[in-house]
């Protein structure tokens, strides 16, 4: 059987925003583990539409979609494009998961939730000619899980093809956030065996990992195990956490010790109003500060994330709060407007209060205003956003924020990799499209080097200038 595999492309890949640099991060790595299904008969090709163009002329099998909020769209396009020509077309995704019966009319099947026991289901059912035109399982495990199919991943068109996930889900629930509507009817956060994780990590080349969970260390014990096993493992790693977990046990100083070099941290917002409207509880009473100079003193960069456009802020906040990252020396920042995804409890609220501007799902990028603001108007949220970003990645600012650390070697870091992530993106765009994205990895492991606390005289010789890379800025 031929089997293809889509990420379609983000409409906005297409816009002024375009940052070749960020949608050649990671590989579709969802994809890749929804291939490792397949058994070895079938021939399966894995296309990026962020990173090549997708062939559209050829006679499939199977096309299997995979659908986020912005780029539904595309997705639907290229949906229809292949059933027209006779494919079997299935979507899932998290987009499907909100709204099936928008993404039905485009499929022959669609999934809901994560795809670990509906898709080799489907598989079974398409060879028996009995396929069903809706999958949803409230089963979830990880336990026995076949790797994912790495090879069909095209390594040299990514910065980080060593991406991975380990866990599902977050033990939070906070009404802004995807993760409760994905999972829902089943359980929604669960882990792989911690001997699996391992064998993944150990299979993986190189040095680095990006850990793409949505909380890394969101169950204690698994995450013990993980970081004890991967101790001497030589790897340096990236990850997210919540500011609670930070503070919790010595968790933190074990991630640290496996190879933790910097962490993107959701504090979203300083005001304990919003934390408390938005069901955001984990973070709230939490000493902020506390975490960030634990993380500073095991030489741990951070990248935070913030909203802005919650009910209690107003034309203030973006200020206060970039000044409070630069002076809380915040690595790099991701700020986002605050984005009502369709099937939330933030969504069904505003929807409810006719707050929903409109429906118009490519536009749902946290850099649009999409719904009806209250203490300042549309306009001063997208400009005060847009200002944000430009002042905490002004060369002032930059230099500022780096200055907040005690170790000379943790500030040079935080210098080259604030500066590296805004400050040379037509290098960045140089070096995508001469395909030389792998050379930069040794130079990436290098600025992931670790910040040892006496390093003030002793700073490490192999201190490089390059890439940051937080998230979902
Ligand atoms: C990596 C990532 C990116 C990467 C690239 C995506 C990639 N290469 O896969 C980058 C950095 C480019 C990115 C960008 C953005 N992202 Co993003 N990203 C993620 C992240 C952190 C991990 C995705 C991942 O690999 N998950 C792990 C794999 C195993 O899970 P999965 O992909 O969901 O696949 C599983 C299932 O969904 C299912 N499945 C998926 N497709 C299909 C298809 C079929 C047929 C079947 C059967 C099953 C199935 O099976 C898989 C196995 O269970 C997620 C958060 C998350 N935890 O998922 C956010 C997330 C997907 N991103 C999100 C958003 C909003 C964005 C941005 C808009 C944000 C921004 N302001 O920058 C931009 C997009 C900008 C734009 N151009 O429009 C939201 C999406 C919300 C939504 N409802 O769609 C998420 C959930 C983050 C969040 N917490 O809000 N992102
Ligand atoms: S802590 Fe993060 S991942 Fe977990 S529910 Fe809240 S926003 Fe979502």
Redesign the pocket.
């Known amino acids: 059987m031929k089997v293809k595999f889509i ?1 379609p492309a ?4 297409k816009s002024p925003y ?1 940052r070749p640099i ?2 050649s ?7 890749a ?2 291939a490792a299904y397949l058994s070895p008969a079938d021939e399966a090709t894995l296309q ?1 539409e ?1 990173v090549e163009e997708i062939t559209l002329h050829d006679q499939l099998d199977l096309v ?8 539904t769209y595309r997705a639907y396009a290229l949906a229809d494009h292949y059933r027209a020509k006779g494919c079997y077309v ?9 709204l099936p019966e928008e993404a039905a009319p485009h499929a022959d099947s669609i ?1 809901l ?4 026991e ?2 080799p289901q ?1 598989l079974k059912d398409f060879k028996n000619k009995c396929p069903q035109k809706r ?1 949803f399982s409230p089963v979830r495990t990880l336990a026995g899980i076949p790797p994912v199919r790495r090879d069909l991943i095209k390594r040299h068109l990514y910065l980080v093809p060593n ?1 991975i ?1 380990v866990t ?1 889900g977050c033990p939070h629930h906070c009404d802004f ?3 409760d509507a ?1 999972f829902e009817g089943g359980k929604g956060f669960y882990t792989q065996l911690v001997e699996d994780a391992l064998s993944e990590i150990d299979r993986l080349p190189g040095r680095h990992l990006y850990f ?3 909380h890394l260390l969101g169950n204690q014990k698994f995450a013990t195990e993980l970081f004890d096993g991967m101790r001497g493992m030589n790897r340096v790693f990236q990850g997210a956490s919540t500011v609670d977990a930070i503070l919790r046990g010595n968790l933190i100083e074990k991630a640290a010790d496996a190879g933790l070099r910097s962490v993107f941290i959701g504090f979203e917002t300083l005001s304990t109003h919003n934390l408390k409207a938005s069901n955001k509880k984990q973070n709230l009473g939490k000493d902020y500060r506390k975490a960030i100079q634990r993380l500073h003193d095991l030489g741990v960069m951070i990248n935070g994330s913030f909203v802005f456009g919650l009910d209690d802020d107003d034309k203030d906040v973006f200020k206060r709060t970039v000044d409070w990252a630069v002076e809380n020396g915040i690595t790099t920042s991701t700020f ?1 407007i605050l ?1 009502p ?2 099937s939330t409890k933030l969504f069904a609220d505003m929807d409810k209060a006719g707050r929903i501007l409109h429906r118009q799902w ?1 536009k ?4 649009q205003v999409v719904f009806q603001t209250t203490r300042m108007s549309a306009r001063e949220l997208k400009d005060g956003y847009d200002w944000a970003y430009k002042e905490f990645y002004s060369w002032a600012s930059i230099l500022k924020a780096s200055t907040q650390h005690e170790q000379v070697k943790h500030m040079l870091k935080h210098f080259a990799y604030a500066g590296g992530w805004k400050k040379f993106e037509p290098l960045w765009n140089f070096i995508i499209k001469s395909r030389q994205l792998t050379t930069m990895l040794p130079l990436l492991e290098a600025i992931l080097s670790k910040v040892k606390k006496q390093s003030v005289i002793q700073a490490e010789p192999e201190l490089v200038r390059t890439p940051p890379i937080p ?3």
């Open positions: 990420l983000l409409t906005e890949a375009w960020k949608y991060l990671f590989p579709p790595l969802g994809l583990t929804l990026d962020h299997v979609i995979q659908v986020y909020i912005t780029n299935i979507l899932g995704g998290l987009h499907v998961t909100s999934f939730g994560p795809g670990e509906t898709f489907f999958y991406s996930v599902r956030c995807y993760k994905f793409l969970d949505d986002h984005t995804y369709p490519d749902y990028d946290t850099r998230l979902e800025s």
